[in-house]
């Protein structure tokens, strides 16, 4: 573990960044350490640079403070969150130009990128991570509703098995700044706009079962996303609705980026090692958690991913 404010102490300017297309735990980790370090360096200039996020974690503050280009100069210290550099999106220049690279993350397939690396892949998320680098005592509401919105999009609001006994202690810890976390849970994580139940309904109506029902899979291509007027952000939950299925291992879910081009996002359970079949296609994550982009016809990309399912699934029996 790294002493936070000591590897950053005398910089006058400092860079926070995550993933592109930024999800709960992303957005989480990224606020509580920006609201963190403005609140213990005043007088450095600290800034977060993202994709816009979701409307839905408009709750968090400081959202409005995001910026999504990269300036001119790049920062003293930048800290890549939830990530590697390649997947910085527009701030990659300035992570790879920075005085000092801090990479921290809990993905598995990250070996670590900066001059710092904090890794850890038992971690139920990087906004945890993010929580055992604060000094309790300089922590507020706000910090603590920033990291607790991250933990519960990350482990699937402690239902998921990256939810440790360390992840109960923490989510308690954090409740104990007196937010309204059932809200946040409802807001943040359970409800949707009446666009992603349409689309999430015909990508179940026309999902299918493969590999004699151990696999799921569904897409939804752009004009379907064109039809409903959908965004990236309105396709979360769909991949996981599909695990939920009985009898799968593996779910797959797709949707269209470019011409013969998809977005893959899989779930899996104990049997199927996702974020090893990511991997080799180019993307990563964890064990049960992981996604990719890949190219051709769909039929192409299922076939593609279910040689390496089914190789999996063959060796554990």
Known sequence: ???????????????????????????????????????????????????????????????????????????????ALDCESSRLGAAKPLFEQAGKKINIDHHISNMGCGTVNYIDAQASSTSEMIYRLLEKERMDAEIAKALYIGMIHDTGVFQYSNTSPETMRIAADLMEYGFDFSGLIARTFYEKTYVQHQIMGRALLESFLFLHGRCIVSVVDRKLMEFYNAAPQDL?????????????????????????????????????????????????????????TMSGTFHDVVNNLSLHIEKQLQEEQ
């Open 236 to 292: 979360d939950g769909i991949v996981s609705q599909l695990r939920d299925t009985r009898g799968v291992d593996c779910a797959i879910f797709m949707y269209e980026t470019d011409i013969m081009q998809y977005k893959v996002s899989m779930r899996s359970t104990d049997r199927v090692n996702v974020a090893e079949i990511a991997s080799y296609f180019g993307g990563g994550g964890h064990k049960k958690a992981a996604g990719c």
């Open 1 to 79: 573990m790294i002493q936070l404010l000591n590897e950053i102490k005398g910089a006058a300017t400092i860079g926070i960044g995550g993933h592109i297309r930024p999800d709960g735990d992303c957005v989480g980790a990224c606020m509580a350490l920006y609201l963190y370090l403005k609140k213990c360096m005043p007088e450095a200039d600290v800034r977060v640079y993202l994709e816009r996020p979701a409307d839905i974690f408009d709750t968090i503050a400081g959202t409005e403070e995001i910026r999504t280009q990269a300036d001119a100069q790049a920062p003293d210290v930048f800290f």
